[in-house]
């Protein structure tokens, strides 16, 4: 078994969700920590030398940092109930291409390192990409230190309690200047690897995005004493919201909007909610057309809740334009990989925050399930090996 292989079979029974099933491995959480001692460990034990950064971004250096840095990595952390290989991949592909560059004698003419960046999912305090959002500057420490997880607790504390300084938080100027150049590799999200029959392909670009939160509030009560003329149920308008949603996507060409996540207030079976939260997932490939689709979603929100005699309030919680890869760094690898496939993604990155600071690219590895953020997100171990040999002849490449 390759060492990527052997890597991720090192952590597969880490932050398994018996509940959700896949996995759940949220920021500072026991499992996401783990992981982080795990990296460490095995960064070590392949010789690099490892930081952990002001917003708790994990570094592993093949020498000494430096400026002009090639950098490649991902993240740890995942979705709840997400896949095996939907960040680990790159973390993993990427410690074995370092041992591959040391073992054969490699030296470096720039510095390379692995980052492994924090709770690029959300998946705890609701805003993705928290930590390379925060080092570029693109998400204020005071907004990301007040957000909440679901038991109320603050990213502040959390972080304090696993032995990081939230007066640190904030732009790193210092660390994200040393990066020259940003290639992370991931599994691919979908089925644009599959029709393509190729292991790799190199990433074109990554679409709008953004996730916003509709609260409709209404009054709770009784669900036995209250007449259906006397009730105003939020959880009506949510529902009713939920399939608006779908209808109004289906609209809009190459949309994708999800409702994923939606919680009533108490939350009793005999109880009418006073409030029902719900998350949107907006994607839409056309220019100010995520934005859009959402004002058009907004609308129909509110006109759902007057008709049940309730409120809603919509916020933005996260929003990213769409990224484009730097052309010339594209092609330069598609052509050293023999050709490759260039492949847009619908899914978000830590590299779409950099790519607006850094030449980024990204490398895809084949997913034959085509399904990710669920438990049947998938990669063969001959193509997690092509991936690491790919990854490594970049590396070669942009450092040598
Ligand atoms: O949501 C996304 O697209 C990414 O997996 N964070
Ligand atoms: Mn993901
Ligand atoms: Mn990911």
Not at 120 to 135: A, D, I, M, T, Y
Not at 219 to 229: D, K, P, S, V, Y
Not at 269 to 287: E, F, H, K, Q, S
Request: proline share 6%; hydrophobic share 45%; glycine share 12%.
């Amino acid at each position: 078994m390759s060492s990527a292989n052997q890597l991720l079979a090192e952590i597969c029974g880490v932050g398994t969700d018996p509940v959700r099933g896949g996995y759940s491995r949220h920021l500072f959480a026991p499992a996401e920590r783990e992981l982080r001692e795990w990296f460490t460990a095995a960064a070590r034990a392949r010789g690099l030398r490892v930081d952990t950064d002001r917003n708790a971004n994990l570094w592993a250096w093949f020498g000494a940092p430096g400026a002009d840095a090639v950098v490649t990595g991902s993240h740890l952390d995942s979705v709840p109930g997400g896949g095996a290989y939907d960040g680990p991949l790159g973390v993993v592909c990427a410690l074995a291409a370092f041992e591959l560059l040391r073992a054969e004698g490699f030296s470096p003419r720039r510095p390379l390192a692995i980052v492994v960046f924090a709770e690029e999912e959300g998946g705890r305090f609701g805003v993705p990409c928290l930590g390379s959002r925060l080092s570029t500057g693109t998400l204020a420490p005071e907004r990301a230190l007040a957000l909440r997880d679901t038991d109320g607790v603050t990213l502040a504390e959390v972080a304090r309690a696993a032995g990081h300084d939230p007066a640190w938080f904030g732009r790193d100027v210092e660390t994200m200047g040393r990066i020259g150049a940003f290639v992370e590799l991931h599994v691919e999200q979908g089925k644009g690897l599959i029709h393509r029959d190729a292991p790799i392909a190199v990433g074109s670009g990554i679409i709008a995005h953004g996730r916003w939160r509709f609260s409709f509030t209404g009054q709770g009560n009784h669900a036995g004493t209250t007449l259906l003329r006397d009730r105003c149920d939020p959880m009506l308008p949510a529902a009713e919201l939920v399939t608006a949603v779908r209808r109004l996507a289906a609209t809009v060409p190459q949309a994708r909007a999800t409702v994923g996540r939606l919680v009533p207030v108490p939350g009793g079976t005999n109880v009418i909610a006073a409030r029902v939260d719900l998350w949107l997932d907006a994607r839409v490939p056309a220019p100010g057309s995520t934005r859009a689709l959402v004002a058009e979603i907004t609308e129909r929100a509110e006109a759902v809740a007057e008709q049940e005699g309730c409120t809603v309030e919509v916020r933005e919680e996260s929003y990213e334009g769409a990224a484009d890869f730097d052309p010339a760094l594209r092609d330069r690898l598609a052509g050293l990989l023999g050709d490759a496939p260039i492949l847009a993604t619908g899914a978000g990155h830590d590299a779409a925050v950099l790519a607006p600071f850094v030449p980024t690219a990204m490398l895809f590895v084949r997913n034959p399930s085509g399904i990710s953020h669920a438990p049947e997100e998938y990669a063969e171990p001959d193509d997690i090996d092509h991936g690491t040999t790919a990854l490594a002849r970049v590396l070669r490449e942009l450092a040598g």
